[in-house]
């Protein structure tokens, strides 16, 4: 386990640029699984997620170069076994993903419970209806045991819930059944469109991506592919909160303009003084005030997974804003650490949170509960006075590749112990 030492207080400024997106690149790499040719994925993170993904794959009986770069190359000419590595699926989320391709490949899924952010909290109900509706079938075994020994079949499906990773179950499914599906309630993300764009890419006929309904013609044999992902707007959104909380300026690069709409509105909210120009995203500095109010939503609504560092933003912003997340709770617990460090937070409810700013953080010893609110408290230490402690680091590096690396480029006093 690694702990980051930061000594807050220092104004950061400089560039840095995202790779692509992690919630677009974990199911682009299980949906080269539903072809024997190989593929090729560009842009891609270098976090810990995806090199657990990767291992996943091997351990399918894939061949996997390039892990540790931005460029994969994956090929699965034979799928040998249909129970992924239990251990590796219990430290990734995304792997429940895999539970589509391998009902393709192999007639049978034997999935653990995944880990990742909020286990207990997050179900996969969604993903498993949505199987369920394509004809397979629960059988007995520990965690999720789906088998489909006459193959998928194309359906008509109602996701209960816009899930991203439901959609995306649904999607990968659909294009190895036989027919016609249609998928509504579809969660229309930037990532999810990504998926559908490398699906067509192997032949797979999609109408209605970026929707609530999707359309997917399957069943035919799929080609490899090659896609460039693009950058990932979460990451993006993090570093402008470092540059604004700092009283920095920063510049982010590999930016895509209508992704970084969603996170412009809340911070001109805030005052922070923003702009985009080209791929290049841009904070200067502000006199930061309270928004009032910032609510997460569907997408284009506000990204859960930003909610975390704006609440961090709002302890330096001149009046109270109340920071509203419906789907998790968890983030805005873990944010409780603040109060110790000085800040002035109202916890209303395992949804809300009312903070009041702005108040002079002092460092303080931090426990990185998920990727998101770990880098929330990355932040709020580097605004802090003092030395702060920030562990496990690896929980936040799943999500963000090479942190030490550009902290320190961008002017931060950190180190990794």
């Known amino acids: 386990m690694s702990t980051l030492l930061i000594q807050g207080g220092r104004s950061l400024n400089g560039r840095v640029d995202v790779e692509g997106n992690k919630n677009a690149a974990l ?17 891609v993170p270098r976090i810990a997620d995806v090199e657990v993904m990767a291992r996943l794959l091997l351990d399918l009986g894939a061949e996997v170069e390039g892990i540790g770069s931005t460029t994969l190359r994956i090929e699965c000419r034979e799928v040998s076994s249909h129970e992924p590595d239990r251990a590796l699926v219990g430290r990734l989320r995304g792997s429940v993903l ?5 009902l393709a490949r192999r007639g049978a899924a034997h999935v653990a419970p995944p880990g990742g952010d909020f286990p207990a ?31 998928l079949a194309p359906a008509s499906i109602y996701l209960d819930e816009a899930s991203v990773t439901g959609t995306e179950t649904a999607l990968l499914a659909a294009a190895a059944a036989p027919g016609v599906s249609e998928i509504r309630h579809a969660a229309c993300e ?5 998926l559908c764009q490398f699906l067509k890419g192997m032949g797979v006929g ?15 044999r799929l080609s490899g592919a090659e896609k ?31 992704d970084m709409e969603v996170v412009a509105s809340v911070l001109r909210k805030m005052r922070v003084e923003c702009r985009q120009d080209g791929d290049v995203f841009s904070v200067r500095r502000s006199t930061l005030v309270g928004a009032g109010r910032i609510t997460t939503g569907l997408w284009p609504g506000f990204p859960s997974d930003l909610v975390s560092l704006v609440t961090v933003l709002a302890t330096q912003a001149d009046g109270a804003t109340l920071v509203h997340d419906w789907l998790y709770e968890l983030r805005l617990f873990a944010l409780e650490q603040l109060s110790g460090m000085g ?11 009312i903070v009041t700013g702005p108040r002079k953080l002092r460092g303080k010893s931090l426990d990185s509960r998920d990727i998101r609110s770990g880098m929330a408290l990355i932040a709020a230490a580097l605004a802090a006075e003092g030395q702060s402690r920030v562990e496990p680091l690896e929980t936040v ?21």
């Not at 949906?31 to 994925?41: G, R, S």
């Not at 909380?245 to 510049?251: A, K, L, M, S």
Request: charged share 20%; with cysteine.
């Open 27 to 43: 199911p682009l790499m299980a949906a080269c699984l539903l072809t024997d040719q190989p593929c090729v994925l560009t842009n």
């Open 206 to 220: 999609i109408t209605g991506e970026g929707s609530h309904t999707i359309r997917v013609e399957g069943g035919m």
């Open 343 to 353: 800040a002035d937070l109202f916890l209303c409810d395992p949804h809300r949170i």
């Open 121 to 151: 909290r997050r179900t996969i109900r969604t993903h498993i209806e949505a199987l369920t509706a394509m004809g397979a079938h629960m059988v007995e075994g520990a965690g999720h045991c789906l088998e489909a020994p006459n193959g």
């Open 98 to 102: 895999l539970l589509g391709p391998l």
């Open 228 to 258: 460039r992902l693009d950058g990932d707007y979460i990451e993006a959104g993090s570093w402008a909160v470092v540059g604004a909380i700092t009283g920095g300026e920063v510049d982010i690069g590999g930016t895509r303009p209508v």
């Open 190 to 194: 930037p990532h999810v469109v990504e």
């Open 397 to 417: 590096e799943r999500g963000y590749s090479r942190l030490v690396e550009r902290l320190q480029a961008l002017g931060a006093d950190v180190s990794k112990v």
